[in-house]
């Protein structure tokens, strides 16, 4: 790792230093990146704990407000997300066995399946946002608190997950450079195995959030 | 010179420069977990100078009564900012990234962390948190005067700057989360050959302890902070009664995180107060494995007793006896520390030199904050101090006492192998005697002042406070001219110090067997380790070898 950094180098350190520096400890990296997706699950952990305070508090309005909710776009998105996370599988095990191209195609398939649901997303919030339901908005501010809390809840918590599904296509974009230019490839794919591991964490939010929104009441 | 410093005969330290980057460029560019550790140790005592001249300003204040210098709103912001910086810029990060740093690859026998770049990263976004809350001083509505806490429902409609703040905050937390998922996966993947988990030196169990504090408590407190800036930007109304929310949430979810943070900085200090006692005592520590697992102990039960900071916020009895109990169980491992390294010093040839100085005035000041502490953890007792000068004395005791002192104390122990000079013995013990006298008149009259009712955080008082508050401020005096007298005899080393042995205190740890300064690369051959971390019996042997 150290080997890669800018103030070391090529000649700077012995030979016998370089052989000893220049393992590679995939374990190592496997340790970090669980370590990170753990502090994600935490840090939806502290929306879900104010979710679960709110739907205790509010539990009809709660309901109410759910109805609200387009049911079709909600789990049509699960359905795309849900197939996303196939897809990505399906390019890191393409990669594992030295088929860059699937690997290429699988990962575009899954960009592609990112942008569609942040398409419906799209759709799902501006007619929210038509009727005056947004946060800070006339409508909501006239609501019951409690299903004013709801859908201040819904814009919190599908919006932060939607910020991931940004990052993940912008994460995935630079993985598709680096594939490309060979330096992850069959024999160093840990960068798109991590890829993998975010993107099924941003799934595995959103499996939880169609439940607690769309199909509460 | 730059040939000989470029070929493989190169024997220099990894405080000279080489390759092709030179001075300032080669430090901020740089992975090596010793120079991050330097470049953390330059910033946070620059914040740290700026947050004791606020706490003067505040001990001026309070020094008579009525009001002399400022007026009230300036006083909230005075606390405000002294707590925001002490807290966020100087003691979280604290320990773990100047010498967790330094030495977490050192004693583990290892080149550098697991992931150097995100080492140098995490300071970088230290640098971004820190810029912001400064900026949060000088734009906008005015100086953040919510106190450190930002509690709802006042932090939400405060029309000072108080989200540039919490943003800060928020970024700050990103750094500490990057340190703790690197120095966890260093522990796990970078010891050296033989070093099992139970022969690792009890500084890397107190960083391990707090690594996983950083990583599992930090994030709650990221979207809790988040959720205040949309509140205030966007009016969502979690934390607000008038829109059918609960301030006392955001009570929860705050102390969720901040108060196993405390632990963040009192875990490292107690990891290096366990690696100066046996080295000074020339005896292996009593009950290893049971310090290294009270950590591990303090770090599980005191991520469950956030409760004992709102025992006066309207919960069920149930819940506030149940954060209670559990409070009265972190006393128990920290007990267990402090038992066994008064056992360590118990028969061991005990050599007094600075950096034992500072680990027993540690014990002495912590023990005070410790048992202060479950005078606040006790319900009944509680309602009487809470919100008074008594908590602010018990938590600047735990805190500054505690891994204030043990910061102190990691300097004048690693000062040698750090900068490869010895500072002057003598003016180091005057250093600690003024502070640790200036440090209780300082803080033991709030403790005073406390119980007979002075609350925390009034610009004003009763004239019966008078007397308290005065000498409190002497002591101020006292207190920050040692502290100076120390910092300038540390600094003054680097240049004009004697030149330091690789181990100037016979210290067993891997840390003392390469060269101070250490070379780039921390040791010319890697170690591997036969036998626990404070066995002196090998060192004393090498020494008999060598007189004969």
Known sequence: MRSESGTLGATAVSPAAVAHHEHRDD?????????????????FGGLFIVYAVYRHKYGTEFHEAAHELNKVMGVTNTFVLLTSSLTMVLSVGALQRARVAESLRWLGATFGLACCFLVIKFFEWSAKHHHGIWPGGEHLHAMPPGEGMFFNLYFMMTGLHGIHVLIGMGVMGSIAARIRSGHVSASRYAALEFTGLYWHLVDLVWIFLLPLFYLTN | MAESKTGPAWTGNYLQDYGSRRGLMAWLTTTDHKRIGLMYA???????????LLGLLIRLELMNPGMQYVTPRVYNSLFTLHGVIMIFLFIVPGIPAIFGNIMLPLQ??????????????????YIAGAILALMSLFVGGGVPDTGWTFYAPYALRSGSNVSLAVFAAFVLGFSSIMTGMNFITTIHRLRAPGMGFFRMPLFCWGLYATSWIQVIATPVVGITLLLVIMERSLGIGFFDPARGGDPVLYQ????????????????????????????FAGRTVFGYKAIALSSMAIAIVGYMVWGHHMFTVGMSDTARRVFSILTFLVAIPTGIKVFNWMATLYKGSIRIEPPLLWAVGFIFLFSIGGLTGLVNGALSTDIHVHDTAFVVGHFHYTMFGGAGVGLFAAMHYWWPKVFGRMY???????????FMVGFNLLYFPMLVMGIMGMPRRYADYLPQFHTPHLIATIGSWV???GIIVMLWNLIRAIRHGAPAPANPWEGTTLEWQTTSPPPQLNFAVPPSVTTGPYDHTALRAAAAKEAR
């Open chain 2, 108 to 125: 583990l026998g290892a080149d550098d962390v697991s992931f150097p770049k995100l080492n140098l990263a995490s300071w970088y976004v």
């Open chain 1, 27 to 43: 374990i190592g990296s496997k340790t970090g990146m669980w370590l990170f997706l753990f502090t994600e699950l935490l840090l």
């Open chain 2, 479 to 481: 207190m920050v001219s």
């Open chain 2, 42 to 52: 330059a910033a946070m005592f620059t914040f740290f100078a700026v947050a004791v």
């Open chain 2, 424 to 434: 002057n013995r003598k003016r180091a013990i005057w250093a600690w005697g003024l």
């Open chain 2, 252 to 279: 929860h979810l705050f102390w969720i995180y901040s108060h196993p943070v405390v632990y963040v900085m009192i875990l490292p200090a107690m990891g290096v107060i366990s690696e100066i006692l046996p080295t």
